[in-house]
């Protein structure tokens, strides 16, 4: 179990150590992946998934500029700048995103069905033309990665011949899996497992299968910790504090994401609660500094060569220029209290609802 007291926590599956770095080659880490998955691991097979890597390499000014679209807080937040505070933000929402897929393919290729693979290799394509280096150029632009390749898995699912697609993006000398299927513009689609007629002759395999046991890659993700107040005013001024810092997992510590009092473990549910109220910090940034009606009717209609003003707008450095002007007292019951909360930054105001309940100390249950 977790212990209170501290922005994160750890499970104990968490505090397995790692035996190797990292792998120097796609179809290496896509057979990590698919062995801790068929073991059931979820821990393990989210340490093989680019959580870190994107979190901390995510460039919204080439996402904007290859799609010529902006999808506001439906995207990750910009890690142009190096902002701790989006890197984050991102690094709790490519857990859910992952911790989503593993669990799917968990539900097709876990320890329940009998699970051969025949081979494991990057496709590249025989006549590769300009358009597919291209491709990968954009891939690598908007991820921050060195490179990347689809790595096709055939394998036999209770003697079911099947092929699995999976992206995998190289960073410094390492590879990692970003995505459950084929690249698609950077859009998550559910993982690509298909049932196949024609299946290659068996293939060596990377690593022996039986050895991949032992093979433990470093944990990459973070689940926030359980801190609550007894003064809720106190609450909601050290959580803005935290927003002004950018320590998000501190801010989002105090938000009501498990009990300590129940049997808990960490799964998709879990990480998709943990992300959506880190999306909720991200759109609370986002809100102040995007602020301006008429400059941002202007970036919609020109994301392309806007893109570059765009992401300087969202500096989260501007957040030492807000002031907490206010808490207002919406409505209070026996255990619970909603706030407005009013802020204000470059001459204007701004005000969001905030919803505390009770359980052994103040935390926050909503924002809106």
Same mark, same amino acid.
């Given at each position: ?20 770095d ?5 179809e ?46 439906d995207m990750? %937040?910009?890690?142009? &700048? ?9 690094? +709790?929402r /490519?857990? #859910? ?9 968990i ?10 693979i025949?081979?494991?290799?990057a ?5 590769a ?13 908007i991820?921050?990665a ?12 209770d ?15 390492h ?6 299927? %084929?690249?698609?513009? &950077? ?9 196949? +007629?024609? /299946?290659? #002759? ?9 050895d991949?046991?032992?093979?433990i ?56 609660k ?10 609370i940034?986002?809100?102040?500094l995007l ?7 202007w ?22 220029y ?10 209070e ?14 001459w ?13 100390g ?7």
């Amino acid at each position: 179990m977790v212990t209170e007291g501290k922005p994160t926590v750890k499970t104990a599956e968490m505090r397995r150590e790692e035996t190797i770095d990292g792998y120097e080659s796609p179809e290496e880490v896509a057979e990590y992946v698919l062995y801790w998955i068929h073991q059931d691991d979820l821990d393990l097979a989210l340490r093989g998934c680019a959580i870190e890597e994107i979190a901390q390499n995510f460039f919204l000014q080439s996402y904007c500029e290859v799609l010529e679209t902006f999808p506001y807080t439906d995207m990750l %937040a910009p890690s142009d &700048y190096e902002s701790p505070a989006y890197m984050k933000i991102n690094q +709790a929402r /490519m857990t #859910a995103v992952y911790s989503d897929m593993v669990e799917q393919c968990i539900g097709i290729l876990g320890s329940e069905v009998d699970l051969e693979i025949v081979s494991i290799a990057a496709d590249i394509p025989e006549n590769a033309d300009g358009y597919y280096y291209q491709d990968i150029r954009d891939i690598c632009s908007i991820v921050g990665a060195r490179d990347a390749r689809n790595v096709v898995i055939q394998m036999l699912v209770d003697g079911v011949p099947r092929q699995m697609t999976m992206t995998a993006a190289r960073y410094r000398s390492h590879w990692k899996i970003i995505q459950f299927s %084929a690249y698609d513009n &950077y859009n998550y689609t559910e993982p690509q497992i298909a049932e196949y +007629a024609e /299946m290659s #002759a068996s293939a060596e395999l990377p690593i022996p299968w039986e050895d991949m046991q032992e093979q433990i890659l470093p944990c990459n993700y973070l689940i926030a910790g359980n801190e609550s107040e007894e003064d809720p005013e106190k609450l909601i001024r050290k959580w803005f504090v935290y927003l002004q810092r950018g320590d998000i997992w501190k801010a989002l510590s105090y938000c009501d994401l498990y009990s300590m009092d129940e049997e808990w473990y960490p799964d998709s549910v879990f990480f998709s609660k943990q992300s959506a109220a880190a999306a909720t910090l991200q759109k609370i940034y986002y809100d102040l500094l995007l602020s301006d009606a008429n400059q941002m009717s202007w970036i919609y209609q020109n994301v392309k060569d806007e893109a570059v003003n765009l992401v300087s707008l969202l500096d989260t450095s501007n957040m030492v220029y807000t002031s907490l002007t206010g808490l207002q007292v919406l409505e209070e019951g026996d255990n619970y209290i909603k706030y407005q909360v009013n802020y204000s930054y470059d001459w204007k105001g701004f005000s969001r609802v905030v919803t505390l309940n009770y359980e052994n100390g103040w935390k926050i249950e909503g924002i809106e």
